[in-house]
């Protein structure tokens, strides 16, 4: 079956720092992977996909790096900021298209 | 208004009341759905609709009872409920059910909080 699970439950960062959040999957024919941020009282918002086809893509201030061979998934954030601290959710899109989502990693900044 | 919208916020029943959560988006999507966030747990989906047709229930207790009268709006009508049901209830949508790579993407509405006493 699909699980999807994240190595460090809470992470703290110092502001300015760069932070790097981990997730493992177990289903290798997940092709679509998905990083989410919820933030206190508001619900999962999206940061930044990325397709089996890369090993890599980038958005502002956020990376995500695809590891297949280890069935990898991380996402960094540069510079991490105070807004930064949430509860970070990765989910894979594996069969039948459903996404499954891991438990999450409360990041926690530093001022 | 724009993306999801979710009412109540907070909701506090007994265990032998019937109340109902509503969801409305206002991005033109197709797929509606419903999720149970618990502490500590993954996101758990509970009902899936396509064009105001269900498409999945993953198992869920008959307490819980989903209507979607049209693309626009989903509601979740609660009944008989256990303390164990309490939870954030998150709605979302999505463009497609099922669809290309890279395209199910979901937007979530902040949720409603419930509370079974």
């Known amino acids: 079956g699909e699980s999807v699970g994240l190595h460090l439950p809470t992470l703290s960062v110092q502001e300015g720092d760069n932070s790097i959040i981990n997730c493992a999957y177990s289903?290798?024919?997940?092709?679509?992977f998905i990083w989410y941020k919820q933030e206190s009282g508001k619900g999962p918002q999206f940061i930044i996909d990325i397709r089996s086809n890369m090993d890599k893509r980038q958005g502002q201030r956020v990376t995500v790096l695809l590891n297949k061979t280890v069935k990898h998934l991380s996402l960094q954030i540069a510079a991490t900021q105070p807004g930064d601290s949430a509860v970070y959710f990765c989910a894979e899109k594996g069969d039948g298209n459903k996404l499954v989502f891991g438990a999450g990693t409360i990041l926690r900044v530093k001022s | 208004e724009t993306g999801v919208t979710q009412t109540p916020r907070h909701l506090v029943m007994g265990m032998t009341n019937k109340k109902s959560l509503k969801c409305e988006q206002h991005l033109g999507h197709n797929a509606m759905y419903w999720y149970k966030q618990s502490a500590k747990k993954p996101l758990e989906l509970m009902f899936v609709?396509?064009?105001?047709?269900?498409?999945e229930n993953n198992s869920v207790p008959s307490r819980f009872s989903p209507e979607c009268p049209n693309s626009s709006h989903l509601f979740l009508h609660l009944h008989t409920l256990q303390p164990e049901d309490s939870a954030l209830y998150l709605c979302?949508?999505?463009?497609?059910?099922?669809?290309?790579?890279?395209?199910?993407?979901?937007?979530f509405g902040a949720g409603s909080r419930l509370t079974v006493l």
């Open positions: 609709y396509s064009l105001e047709e269900r498409v």
């Open positions: 289903n290798s024919a997940s092709d679509y």
């Open positions: 979302a949508s999505s463009q497609y059910v099922t669809s290309t790579r890279g395209a199910n993407v979901l937007t």
